[in-house]
């Protein structure tokens, strides 16, 4: 088998930049993928997060080359990319569904990449086996991918990627099968790995932790295009829109009226994200850990007084949902501190005066 | 077609695989009692309504020149009958044409049927439905098709073996259905593009990808084709060639070659099933260890 892509030695070895300009996709009638501008710095993890359909997925399927753009251009490290085949254009992938050649045992599977790159077998042996061990599955090799757990075969999926040494790492949701303490060591040892190997690595998820977790930055979607671009801490605390802003975490939706440099709620004035906002009435966004609760039965009617509903334990946190008469409101306290309420309780709220980001709708108050 | 009944009964049982055999599940004890008698009789009954004629086939070639006696000879002369055409090289015919009409039809079905799933989704149910039609049209309506072009063909003076196109076209249905459900079985797509991702090219991800993972489909198929070939009269009679079966056809006109007759399906029936066998046998080995 002629070599198409030469597997590089690590002392060749550098971190590129992933630059898309302009992607679209569509699906009949259907816009997967709308104007995308998208530029992954060398050795830097972005996660894709979004709903079902926001264009995630198809983002990383073009960056493969497994499907075409309509329009726009995909360049790795200043070479445009954009028209070459997916075979040719080194990038190691893992995918959602498992993946691994049935007919395989895990070290030929891991061996499958450099095989076709016509390296020698003692070479591809030593390789393989120094990535399984990167995994930690070097005891597994000479299994068939059906006598390991499904945890394992993404791990020997995420092996036989980073071995021929790709440009560029793809993760397209490669957890969203596993069980919840898998994935979530799964998580961890993908980001050792990467931040080891220093590649530049695109991961869809759908999962806001899971993306808030491992990514340097995390991009949201909507529609087929990026609502932000940011570091987590970003993202959660200074989300740009109310759509991001609702999809990472839970948000209290409160009504509230803008003057100024603030925004008032119930009473209470809190610093506006977007200091440009035009004066009026709005909903504000307000998360539920800004929302503290105090016990308090002699309280009497306020805009911040109200009826403990519900209580739901979450582990080290506890989410308690209060009724305020005309709205519900959602806190979320530590479990030691939602041990003293009960369904019933009279509580006051104090509301932390964190940048609030407003929006424009003027829709009836949700649950949240 | 007589003479592949028994391997097709087998291979039936190979194709539907555990599930046939499953203990059927939510029954009483006494009702799975009943239901296993039922299947004893019925299996007895039916296996009985198949072996017997065989038996009666096999003990006539048996039979000496005088009632009560015994002899080989009819099988003795399976090999030695001087025809025309000897008996021997119109085996050696159907046997060469099992094999190549299962390799053509293997050659153009199979990466035909993958690149259709990989590639040209919206063609698989054409590709269905041509591969389906031969079901419907009867071997005569298609020997009058085939007969001009056969005309031409003969003008080259070639042998039987060019009966493999025409053999090509009767197997198809048979070997589409068994590699579309090994195909459905395998998720095509991922593997496909996890193997263009390492730098696959397409050649790669066809035959060292998905055809691996296609093995039992493949030999079920094959299974088919060459019981279909083994089986085959009338096409090869309509157009005058002469085959294993149409050779059979002709001795059993002459009735002091009776015994030969009966030796030679006898013989037939016992290497199509241990063909068969193989087959089976050797997909079985294949799968040892995989999933």
Known sequence: MSSTIPVQSDATRTAVEVRMQGLSRTYGAVVALDNLDLTVQPGELIALLGPSGCGKTTTLRLLAGLEDADAGTISVGGRDITRLSANKRDMGMVFQAYSLFPHMTVRQNVAFGLRLRGIASATRDKRSLEMLELVELGSQADRYPHQISGGQQQRVALARALAIEPQVLLLDEPLSALDAKVRAQLRDQIRRIQLEVGITTLFVTHDQEEALAIADRVGVMRNGRLEQLAPPADVYSRPATSFVAEFVGLSNRLEGTVSGTTVTVRGRDLPLVDTTTAPGPVIALIRPEAVTLASDAAAESGPLTGTVIALTFLGATSRVTVDLGDTTIMAQLATSDAAELSAGSRVTLTIRPDPVLVSAESAPLSEE | ?291
């Open chain 2, 1 to 291: 077609m007589a003479a592949v009944n028994q391997p097709l009964g087998d291979l039936a049982a190979d194709l539907t695989g555990p599930a046939a055999t499953r203990r059927p599940s939510g029954l009483r004890a006494s009702q799975r009692r009943r239901l296993n008698t039922f299947r004893y009789v019925a299996f007895t009954v039916f296996g009985l309504f198949f072996l017997l004629p065989l038996l009666a086939m096999v003990r006539f070639s048996l039979e000496g020149t005088t009632p009560g006696s015994w002899s080989v000879a009819a099988w003795t002369q399976i090999v030695s009958y001087p025809g025309p055409p000897p008996l021997l090289s119109s085996i050696e015919i159907t046997l060469e044409l099992a094999v190549i009409t299962s390799a053509v039809m293997l050659l153009l079905v199979l990466p035909t049927m993958i690149w259709v799933q990989l590639r040209v989704q919206w063609f698989s149910r054409i590709l269905e439905f041509i591969c389906l039609l031969p079901l419907t049209i009867p071997a005569i309506v298609l020997v009058v098709g085939l007969a001009p072009i056969y005309n031409q063909i003969e003008r080259y003076n070639v042998s039987a073996l060019m009966l493999f196109w025409a053999y090509v076209i009767l197997a198809l249905p048979y070997a589409y259905r068994a590699l579309a459900a090994g195909l459905a079985a395998v998720d095509a797509r991922t593997l496909s593009e996890a193997a263009r991702s390492l730098g696959a090219r397409w050649p790669v991800v066809i035959f060292r990808v998905i055809v691996p993972n296609m093995v039992q489909a493949i030999l079920n198929a094959l299974l088919l084709t060459v019981a279909l070939v083994l089986g085959e009269f009338t096409v090869a009679y309509l157009l005058s060639y002469v085959n294993l079966q149409t050779n059979l056809f002709e001795i059993s006109r002459s009735s002091e070659n009776a015994g030969v007759l009966f030796s030679a399906s006898a013989a037939t029936l016992a290497f199509a099933f241990i063909l068969l066998m193989i087959l089976s046998y050797a997909g079985r080995r294949l799968r040892r260890g995989r999933p």
